[in-house]
Structure formats: structure tokens, C-alpha cells
């Protein structure tokens, strides 16, 4: 397939706090605006950022103010109810109608946000397992293979009877630990591959993995594996340019810092208290200081404040003010890394060999005013103008030093198979205190660092003195007995 006959998408991604929904909305003006009119006579923007999909709490997920979009249509925004789960296969689903719509209608879909798992998920097909429905509000089940029926029938009664009624929603690991528990075992039992992969705390993963074997008939294992042998060669949906917004770590600290000052002082912990109210009004488990016991792993309640904040709610004084707000600045620069992360050692390697239909630009938003205009705004439009006229476009890695040396990475091996077995978690035994609440630690660098946490420490010094007084224990006994 050549380029050309790709529709075109641009996407814009990055940390947090680096005016990705700026430049967006300047990349949509100038094409709006502009009198030299391609077959793209205007564009809109499509929101990927997980947490701007729900309704309101616009401060804490900060979205870009009606007022400042300056007209330009914002998608699937504002759009869910706090509570509700969202997740990628439904956002990609949602996406694809929305872009042939656009695209039928001569308009350009930007989409941009800090979710880049969702746009990779975009770009390139093939790598989600999606859900098949068998008429209104009802899921196909499909035969189940011979091997994995036999693995079925040999279940516990209670694990079986929980297999053939999955819960319609995942249980919380907080709330209803037990039930989390059991939803792991069970997949466990039935692919003990894919369970190694997740958390017995990551109860929508674990389900979501359990409903894709009665739906498939397969086991997700399985289906990963089959996906590896074309997934490596497959091609993107899209012809696409794409923006990788960067700024300097030690700028971007300093403006991510300044945000939460701006969220707080713009009624942050206002959001946060009403948040809170709803979240109590849902939660049917309350703990022993008659408390609603919250689960912070839903929807809006992710969101980056809300937990941090609730402390403060609970205690309202000055001084756990100032560690709700140092916690929150912590949190955001950590999730700013973990972007960055994302980007370097999964989108990058994904493009590099679909270079031909995806063309990723870094630009350096480390400064605003006149730089922004210089090394943001203007190069950008450019390389629109000419990504939408089927110019030849520059090499990526010429636009500046930064984007010479962060383009460049050591090659990866992004094929699912592979990603799989080296994300596998493991059960510490020596925290494990109770066998159904396991400790469950990432294999690999997690690892090496749990094992070096005073608390693994403690419990391993701990262990071994156990250890050391039933071996003496034993010792004597033994002697006793023989004398």
C-alpha cells in the first residue's frame, strides 16, 4: 500500500504541562483560517486524554477552558459520568467512527492528549482484542477449545460456577478483596501465561481476560501469540504526523509545579470535595472510623489530586494542606516521566519501522513566548502544510539537537509475545503474609528495587530469625531425644 493512499490524522502527544492542547488548536485555526485550501478544509480535535473524558472536574483533569478553544470543535470530551470505566478498545472504537466521519466530510482529525497508549493503539490495528456483541446488550460466547475445555471442566466447583457467571463489573481489590482474589485463581487455571502478566488487584484486566475466553474461545495467551506473527509487518490505519511535545526536565518540573499552584488557587480542592461527596454516595463498604472506604482505581477518581487531596478532607489542617500539595507535585512529575517512558520504549520503536506512513517530529516546548512561536507553533504548521500536500517531508532527527538525540533510540523488541513474558509479576514470599493477598512484584527492575525497600528488608530479617529460632528449636528437640 502506498502512502498516499492513506487517509491522513495528525496526533499530538507528550508529558503533562506542555501545551499539547495549545498547539492543537493552532494547527486547527491555521488550517480553518487558511485561503490555500487542500481536500482538508478545516479540522477538529479529538480528545485522547483518559481523564478529560469525563464530565466536569474540569480544573483537576485541566481542560482547555471553552472559551480558549476559539470555536474549534473538541470530541469525546465531557462526555462520561465520573464513575464510569472508559477504556482504550472503546476510545479506539469510538475514534475510528468519529475520524471516517470527519474524513468524509473533507475535515482533518487532530487528536491529542498524554494518553499515548491509546494513540499508539490507534495508529496501528491488530494488537486489541475487541469485544463481539451477539444482539442488544448481549456477548457471544464462542466454543471453547478442546484443551481449554478440559482445563474448564477441571476447575473447583466455586471456581467453575464463578467462570460460567462472571460479574458484570470487576469487583474492587479494596472493597471485596476475596472476590478479586478468586477472579485471579481462576485465571490462573485457565492461562496461567496471561495471569502472570497482571496484578490480582488489576480485577478489570483479569476480567476483561476471563470475558475474552468465553468470548473467543480461546485462551488470551493464544490470541496474543497468533497477533505476533503479523503484527510486527502490519501497517498503520493511517497516514500520520505526529507531535512529540518536549520540554527540558528541570522547566518542565518548574511549570508542573506552578500548575498545581494554578489548579488550587482555581478551586482544586472545591473539585476534589465534591468528587469526594459522590464517591461516598457510591461506596457500600465503610471502614472502622465510619469512613466510606474509596476506591481511588475508577474513572475520575484516577485522576491526579483527588487521592492526594482526601487526606486533607479527612484532617483539614494546614500542615496536611502543604503535604497534599507536595504529594500531588510528586505525583505529576512522576507521571510526567512515565509518559516520557512510554513514548521512548514503545511508541518510538512501534514507528520507527512504519516510518514510511508515520512520521514522528519532536519539538521543544521547553520555553513559551517567542520560542513557542519559533520552535513550536511555526515549524509545526510547516510541516502540516506539507504533510497535507504530499511535500517530501524533512528527517525528523534535523529539526534540532534534542530531536536528534531523543529520536534516536536502541532498537526494541515490540512484539506482544515478547512484551508479555517480560512483564511477568511474581509472588514475594516474604512479604506475602496471607496466601490469598499475595505480593505481587513486575519481574525485572521492580523487582531489584522492591528488594531493596526497608520494608522487604525488615520482612526477610525477619524471616530469618524465625527461621533460625525453629531450626534451633528443632535442634534441641532432637538431642533430647537422643539422650
Request: glycine share 4%; hydrophobic share 35%; charged share 25%.
Amino acid at each position: 500500500m502506498s502512502a498516499a493512499a492513506l487517509r491522513p490524522i495528525v496526533t499530538i502527544c507528550g508529558t503533562t504541562g506542555v501545551g499539547k492542547s495549545k498547539l492543537a488548536i493552532e494547527l486547527a485555526l491555521h488550517l480553518n483560517q487558511s485561503s490555500n485550501k487542500t481536500q482538508w478544509r478545516r479540522a477538529k480535535i479529538i480528545n485522547a486524554d483518559s481523564m478529560q473524558v469525563y464530565k466536569g472536574l474540569d480544573v483537576i483533569t485541566n481542560k482547555v477552558p471553552v472559551s480558549e478553544r476559539h470555536g474549534i470543535p473538541h470530541l469525546l470530551m465531557d462526555f462520561k459520568q465520573p464513575g464510569e470505566q472508559y477504556v482504550v478498545g472503546e476510545w479506539v472504537q469510538d475514534t475510528l467512527k468519529l475520524i471516517d466521519e470527519m474524513h468524509n466530510n473533507g475535515e482533518l482529525p487532530i487528536i491529542v492528549g498524554g494518553t499515548s497508549y491509546w494513540i499508539q493503539h490507534l495508529i496501528f490495528p491488530n494488537r486489541l482484542v475487541s469485544k463481539e456483541v451477539d444482539g442488544p446488550g448481549q456477548q457471544k460466547e464462542a466454543v471453547l477449545s478442546g484443551d481449554l475445555q478440559n482445563a474448564v471442566l477441571k476447575l473447583p466447583p466455586e471456581l467453575f460456577a464463578l467462570f460460567e457467571n462472571l460479574p458484570p463489573e470487576p469487583p474492587s481489590a479494596k472493597l471485596d478483596p476475596d472476590n478479586a482474589f478468586k477472579l485471579h485463581q481462576l485465571l490462573s487455571l485457565l492461562d496461567p501465561v496471561i495471569s502472570g502478566r497482571w496484578h490480582w488487584k488489576d480485577t478489570r484486566k483479569v476480567l476483561r481476560n476471563l470475558e475474552i475466553i468465553k468470548e473467543s474461545g480461546k485462551r488470551p495467551s493464544e490470541i496474543i501469540q497468533e497477533q505476533s506473527k503479523v503484527t510486527t509487518d502490519s501497517n498503520p490505519r493511517f497516514r500520520t504526523l505526529c507531535f512529540w511535545l518536549y520540554s527540558e526536565p528541570v522547566e518542565l518540573g518548574r511549570r508542573l509545579d506552578s500548575r498545581v499552584d494554578d489548579m488550587i488557587s482555581q478551586g482544586l480542592v472545591e473539585e476534589v470535595r465534591s468528587m469526594r461527596k459522590l464517591a461516598e454516595n457510591n461506596s457500600s463498604s465503610w471502614d472502622q472510623t465510619d469512613r466510606p472506604i474509596l476506591d481511588y482505581t475508577l474513572g475520575i477518581f484516577q485522576a491526579i489530586g483527588y487521592r492526594e487531596f482526601c487526606g486533607y478532607l479527612d484532617q483539614p489542617t494546614e500542615s496536611s494542606f502543604k503535604d497534599a500539595v507536595i504529594r500531588m507535585k510528586l505525583s505529576t512529575r512522576q507521571y510526567a516521566k512515565r509518559q516520557i517512558s512510554w513514548i521512548r520504549n514503545k511508541l518510538l520503536p512501534a514507528i520507527e519501522p512504519a516510518s514510511t506512513y508515520v512520521h514522528m517530529y519532536l519539538l521543544d516546548a521547553s520555553a513559551l513566548g517567542d520560542d513557542w512561536v519559533a520552535n513550536v507553533q511555526n515549524p509545526a504548521i510547516r510541516l502540516q502544510n506539507a504533510f497535507l500536500s504530499d511535500r517530501e517531508l524533512p528527517a525528523p532527527n534535523t529539526l534540532s539537537d534534542t530531536a536528534s538525540n531523543l529520536l534516536t533510540v536502541a532498537p526494541k523488541d515490540v512484539n506482544p509475545t515478547s512484551v508479555l513474558e517480560a512483564r511477568r509479576r511474581k509472588v514475594c514470599p516474604v512479604c506475602t503474609v496471607q496466601e490469598d493477598r499475595p505480593v505481587m512484584i513486575e519481574e525485572g527492575a521492580e523487582w531489584e528495587i522492591h528488594r531493596n525497600t526497608k520494608a522487604h528488608r525488615k520482612m526477610a530479617s525477619r524471616a530469618s530469625r524465625n527461621s533460625n529460632s525453629d531450626y534451633r528449636v528443632k535442634t534441641n528437640v532432637e538431642n533430647a531425644q537422643t539422650t
